[in-house]
Every structure is written in structure tokens, then in C-alpha cells.
Nanobody
Framework: QVQLVESGGGLVQPGGSLRLSCAASGTFFSINAMDWYRQPSGKQRELVATITSGGSKNYANSIEGRFTISRDNAKNTVYLQMNSLKPEDTAVYYC???????????????WGQGTQVTVSS
């Protein structure tokens, strides 16, 4: 069974930094794109950043160059380095990945359980 397990959330003061991690475990053939989404309380989930298996990156405009997504393919892990955090970054952050479980199979969507990030003084 394939799982995505996140870590690294918590409480941080405005202007501070956090690093989120998300590791894929289980049996699978390949991982394509890996993403981070966030969902503020009472609002819709939004895409924050995406990284392909080849390392191409895209970011939401709201991040304004403050976040950096990266991945370690050998560890099947994606990271989100968040700097200059603002109260409006407060949300549950979710990891997402498109994973192919076997040769010739279609990609399936997998989600992590979510990790809370709270930015407050």
C-alpha cells in the first residue's frame, strides 16, 4: 500500500521559517509530479507548489518567492522550505503525488494526512 507521510508543521512567529517533508512509502514503480497544497480554515484547498520528476518547479503567485520546493528522488521525498512566513500562510498543508504502481499502469493520486502550520505571534 502506498502512503505519503508528512512532517514538519507547527507554530511559528511571523517572519519565521519552517521546512515540511513528505515521504512516499510502499511498493510502486515511479513517482511523477509531487505537490504541496494548503487549506486555510473555512476556505478551499489551493495549490502552493509543484515539482516534476525532472526537477521543474512551479509556484502559486501568493508565495511571492518565499517558499522553495525540492525533492530527493532517492528518498522518495518532497520538501517545502517556507521562509518569511505570514499569518495568512496559516493552513493545513497537504502533500500530493502522482504515483505509478506498476509498469503499464496509469498514475494514481495520493494525498498525505495533512500537517498544520500556524503563523502567529
Amino acid at each position: 500500500q502506498v502512503q505519503l507521510v508528512e512532517s514538519g508543521g507547527g507554530l511559528v512567529q511571523p517572519g519565521g521559517s519552517l521546512r515540511l517533508s513528505c515521504a512516499a512509502s510502499g511498493t510502486f514503480f515511479s513517482i511523477n509530479a509531487m505537490d504541496w497544497y494548503r487549506q486555510p480554515s473555512g476556505k478551499q484547498r489551493e495549490l502552493v507548489a509543484t515539482i516534476t520528476s525532472g526537477g521543474s518547479k512551479n509556484y502559486a503567485n501568493s508565495i511571492e518567492g518565499r517558499f522553495t520546493i525540492s525533492r530527493d528522488n532517492a528518498k522518495n521525498t518532497v520538501y517545502l522550505q517556507m521562509n518569511s512566513l505570514k499569518p495568512e500562510d496559516t493552513a493545513v498543508y497537504y502533500c500530493h503525488a502522482k504515483i505509478r504502481r506498476g509498469v503499464g499502469r496509469f498514475e494514481d493520486d495520493y494525498w498525505g494526512q495533512g500537517t498544520q502550520v500556524t503563523v502567529s505571534s
